[in-house]
């Protein structure tokens, strides 16, 4: 799996846009950029995926740059229950064997404030 | 009712006893997983597990041990425990198809404190 960049922590208004960047600069060809998030030591919840062209669901809206060398996770209009560690994953969509878990690293911890 | 739920939600015990985690879905998912979460880091693969048949080791499996009783049951023992296994611990299981892979679907943890 491909390499990400996240920063350690943001802050966004309630009401407000949150745009959580990633970086993947060693991106391949076949790789997807997942999205999920952890609510104070719950359990880890998808969000979304995509490959190159933006995508959006009841959630949150991806963006990914046309290089794909990088990507935001877009929350259009945060809550307070939007407080969480969000974590960005590149993998290819299928590796048939081999380490199969996902790979989550240490994520970017948004906090909404009031 | 929870899609995949996890017994205990916590437990504390001593060095050197054996303990069971068990996990359970109700998703119909084929793929099952154990994953460990250590303070302030991601988590870590232990053992996944494809179908009835099929168990694979993770990134960090020595110490541990699972069972797939059925397709909907997969367990995880501590043979003997030691105190730097204190973690949360969860379990995750996904789908067959190609698209739902990577779409992991998580329980709510299990807090484990080894004295």
């Known amino acids: 799996d491909a390499k990400t960049t996240q920063p350690p922590s943001m802050d966004c208004a309630e009401g407000r846009a949150a745009n959580l960047p990633c970086n993947h600069s060693?991106?391949?060809?076949?790789?997807?950029v997942y999205w999920y998030r952890q609510i104070h030591s719950q359990g880890p919840q998808y969000i979304i995926h995509?490959?190159?062209n933006n995508e959006t669901n009841e959630m949150a809206s991806l963006i990914i740059t046309e290089d794909r060398k990088s990507s935001t996770l877009i929350l259009p209009h945060a809550t307070l229950r939007d407080t969480a560690v969000y974590y960005c994953?590149?993998?290819?969509?299928?590796?048939?064997?081999?380490?199969?878990?996902?790979?989550f690293g240490k994520g970017t911890h948004l906090i909404i404030q009031p | 009712d929870a899609d995949v739920t996890q017994t205990p939600r916590n437990r504390i015990t001593k060095t050197g006893k054996r303990i069971m985690l068990e996990c359970s879905q109700t998703?119909?998912?084929?793929?099952m997983y154990w994953y460990r979460q250590d303070p302030g880091l991601g988590l870590r693969l232990i053992y996944y597990?494809?179908?009835?048949?099929?168990?694979n080791k993770g990134e960090i499996s020595d110490g541990y041990s699972v069972s797939r009783q059925a397709q909907a049951k997969f367990s995880l023992s501590l043979e003997s425990a030691i105190p730097n296994q204190t973690a949360l611990y969860f379990c995750?299981?996904?789908?067959?198809?190609?698209?739902?892979?990577?779409?992991?679907?998580f329980g709510p943890g299990t807090r484990l404190t080894v004295l």
């Open positions: 995750a299981t996904s789908g067959r198809g190609v698209i739902s892979y990577n779409e992991q679907f």
């Open positions: 060693t991106i391949s060809g076949n790789e997807y």
């Open positions: 995509g490959l190159k």
């Open positions: 994953i590149v993998r290819v969509l299928y590796s048939g064997g081999g380490a199969d878990g996902l790979t």
């Open positions: 998703k119909g998912h084929d793929r």
């Open positions: 597990s494809f179908d009835v048949k099929d168990i």
